[in-house]
C-alpha cells in the first residue's frame, strides 16, 4: 500500500488507498485472459484485503510493526504483577455481572479508559521514534502494550459472550 511504518495511520487516507488498490487488482473488473493472470489478481487483491485488515485495526497494526521488526511475540510474556492484578479483579467483576446492565456499563468504560491510556502511551512512543528505526527499548515497551491490549481484547470478548448469553 506504500505506508510509511508507523504506529499511527491515517484511516481515511488508508480506505483511500485501499479502494484504489482494491479496483486495480480486483479480478472482476480486471478480468484476465489467461488464468494465470486471473490467479494473479486473486492473490493480489487478498493481499491488499488483509493488508487492509491488519492497518485499520489497532492491535493487528501494533503486531505487524513488532514482528517486521523481529520482535518474538511469546505467548508466555510477563506482565506486571499491578496490571495482572487489575485485571483479574476486572474479569472477576466481568463474571459477578450476571446480566447487570449497569456493571456492563461500568465495565465497559472501565476497558475504554484503560485502553485509551495503552492507545495514549503507544502514540507517545510512536512520536519519539517518528520513521526512524525503533530502539530495543522502544521495542520491549511497544510489546508490553501489546500484551496489555490483548489482556483487554480478551476480557472485552468475555464480557460480551457472557452478557449475550
Do not use: C, W
Amino acid at each position: 500500500m506504500d505506508i510509511p511504518i508507523s504506529l499511527s495511520i491515517d484511516k481515511s487516507d488508508l480506505k483511500r488507498r485501499f479502494y484504489t488498490l482494491s479496483r486495480q487488482y480486483h479480478p472482476d473488473i480486471n478480468s484476465a485472459q489467461d488464468p494465470e493472470a486471473y490467479v494473479e489478481l486473486l492473490e493480489k487483491s487478498g493481499q491488499v484485503n488483509d493488508a487492509y485488515k491488519t492497518l485499520l485495526d489497532d492491535n493487528m497494526r501494533l503486531k505487524h510493526y513488532l514482528l517486521i521488526h523481529n520482535v518474538v511475540l511469546d505467548a508466555n510474556e510477563t506482565l506486571s504483577p499491578s496490571f495482572l492484578m487489575e485485571m483479574m479483579e476486572l474479569n472477576e467483576t466481568v463474571m459477578e455481572l450476571n446480566q447487570d446492565a449497569a456493571g456492563r456499563t461500568e465495565v465497559l468504560s472501565n476497558l475504554k479508559t484503560r485502553e485509551a491510556l495503552i492507545q495514549k502511551k503507544i502514540m507517545k512512543i510512536d512520536e519519539v521514534i517518528g520513521y526512524d528505526k525503533p530502539g530495543e527499548q522502544h521495542l520491549l515497551d511497544l510489546k508490553g502494550l501489546y500484551f496489555q491490549q490483548k489482556y483487554m481484547l480478551r476480557i472485552r470478548k468475555n464480557l460480551n459472550s457472557f452478557v449475550d448469553e
